[in-house]
């Protein structure tokens, strides 16, 4: 997939549906399709923790020189 | 020292074979020889002495700078290497200088250029980190509302510290599994070199990784005096319009450096860096979790309230239809009984009908007798009429023969009598007859032809 996963955004989108599941009268279907993104973008956010590691790099000066 | 000079000796010995130099030549000449401390700078460290001259115009100061053994050097600082350290040399002063040396033409003097001053006394340090702090802060540095703030989730990281320093460990150490890209600017924290290896990193990571999320510079505990490059004007200057935003850890829980003050985030120590940016990932993945939670039993939860909605409808419904049916089935049965009714009612008045209908037939039947019976008799008095008729009609034709042949002309006739006839028809009167009349006259045994002589 070219897309990538921003991890931000599903995060924010995550605790959306959790609010949304607050709300006193919701709609059965609404429920069902938010749920299913909401299970969606959960294992997605997993998996992006469960890979994760860290990557360290030590960056050279471009100019050895001083001017 | 000697072995350098004596290569250095080397080195200069075809500049100076068989010349002899004017005074400004050899001024230049020795300023040449000079120049290398021009391009690396110097450092040198000393006590400010007695005499202090200070332009009052321009700003500029000529100092002599003094060590324990009575040496002596006289320094030029421009103004604003003065502005910079934010108090006024004094004598007494312990003071670090930066620069290159070089011969004044002019005044035949050796003279020290000054790019720097930092202070080395504490007290004096305190000071000036005082008196800068509180310019900073007027100038606005310091506000708030001017720091940016750290991403929720920041992946890629800049760090400036030392090199396979503690506090480097300690913040790799610190920094949990997230998938962090850390990109690391190996920088002196502490000593003359250290300011300009923290500016020289914070541009660099600027300019080349502009797509960082955060910068952390940071560096272990240590002596106040070892952290002045963080107390520095220019690096708050630096970290102000860097456009990552920046996280200072620089080790020291009582005092506050300036680079503190203006960083977009403080923590205490490199420790502290890596808690910091794992901690909204940790938490995050908790929260991700309960999340996952959270959303099962909330659906689930909704899944069976509705069941039960169903449920409750579905049983409202069903005695709903059952009230209508029993309704309906209550008027039916009403219906049916009274159809019913009508139709045994019917059937009853039919049988009655059949009852009344087989009388009648019975009642048929003997008037058919009897009628059968008066029609025999009629028809035996018929036949009996009949013969007697017949008898009758016998007797009375016999007579009217008998009154028949009485009648019969012939009979007449041989009596004596004739018909007359007058062209075919019978005359019956003589005044039927005129004289000429031709006429015919039946005998019994034959006719004659005659005619009327005269009528009388």
């Not at chain 2, 250029?113 to 000071?127: A, Y």
């Not at chain 2, 993945?285 to 899944?303: D, G």
């Not at chain 2, 089935?329 to 019913?340: P, R």
Request: positive net charge; proline residues 2%; charged residues 35%.
């Amino acid at each position: 997939m070219s897309e990538e996963f921003d991890f931000t955004k599903a995060y924010k989108e995550i605790e959306k549906i959790n609010e949304w599941f607050q709300k006193e009268e919701i709609d059965l279907e609404e429920a069902l399709d938010k749920y299913e993104r909401g299970m969606e973008l959960i294992e997605k956010c997993k998996e992006r923790l469960d890979k994760s590691k860290n990557k360290f790099e030590e960056i050279k000066e471009k100019y050895s020189e001083e001017e | 020292m000697s072995g350098y000079s004596k290569k250095f000796a080397k080195k200069l010995e075809p500049f100076l074979k068989d010349r002899t130099f004017t005074v400004s030549e050899f001024v230049d000449f020795v300023n040449g020889i000079l120049e290398p401390l021009k391009i690396s700078k110097v450092t040198v460290r000393g006590e400010i002495g007695e005499d202090i001259y200070k332009n009052k115009q321009k700003g500029w100061m000529i100092i002599n700078l003094v060590d324990e053994e009575g040496s002596q050097l006289n320094c030029f600082s421009p103004s604003y290497v003065i502005d910079r350290i934010g108090v006024d040399p004094e004598p007494g002063m312990e003071i670090k200088i930066t620069g290159y040396p070089k011969v004044l033409k002019n005044k035949g003097r050796f003279s020290f250029q000054i790019n720097r001053i930092g202070l080395v006394g504490e007290g004096d340090l305190k000071k000036q980190f005082e008196v800068l702090k509180k310019r900073l802060k007027e100038a606005g540095y310091f506000k708030p509302e001017k720091k940016e703030s750290i991403p929720i989730f920041p992946e890629r990281i800049g760090l400036i510290t030392s090199k396979g320093s503690d506090a480097e460990k300690d913040f790799f150490t610190h920094l949990e599994d997230y998938g962090f890209n850390v990109k690391t600017y190996n920088s002196r924290v502490e000593g003359d070199l250290a300011l300009d290896d923290l500016l020289k990193g914070i541009n660099l990571l600027n300019q080349d990784f502009p797509d960082l999320q955060a910068l952390v510079i940071t560096r272990g505990g240590g002596s106040w005096e070892s952290l002045q490059a963080f107390n520095n004007e220019e690096l708050v200057k630096t970290a102000f319009s860097s456009k990552i935003p920046i996280i200072s850890g620089i080790g020291h829980e009582n005092d506050v450096t300036l680079l503190d003050l203006v960083a977009d985030k403080r923590v205490s120590t490199p420790t502290d860096a890596g808690k910091f940016l794992s901690r909204t990932w940790r938490e995050g993945e908790k929260h991700l979790l309960e999340s996952e939670k959270n959303l099962s039993s909330a659906t689930k939860r909704m899944i069976t309230q509705t069941e039960r909605r169903f449920d409750e409808y579905s049983r409202f419904f069903a005695r709903k239809i059952e009230t209508v049916l029993k309704n309906k089935s209550k008027s039916l049965d009403y219906l049916i009984n009274s159809l019913t009714n009508r139709i045994k009612n019917k059937i009853e008045k039919f049988y009655s009908l059949e009852k009344e209908f087989k009388n009648q037939k019975f009642k048929i039947k003997t008037k058919l007798k009897n009628n059968n019976e008066k029609v025999d008799n009629l028809s035996k008095n018929l036949e009996k009429s009949k013969l007697r008729w017949e008898k009758v009609g016998e007797d009375r034709l016999l007579e009217e023969l008998k009154k028949l042949k009485l009648s019969n002309p012939e009979l007449k006739l041989s009596q004596g009598y004739s018909i007359t006839r007058k062209k075919g028809s019978i005359v019956k009167s003589a005044s039927n007859l005129k004289k000429g009349d031709l006429i015919t006259t039946d005998f019994k045994d034959g006719t004659t032809k005659s005619q009327v002589k005269n009528n009388e």
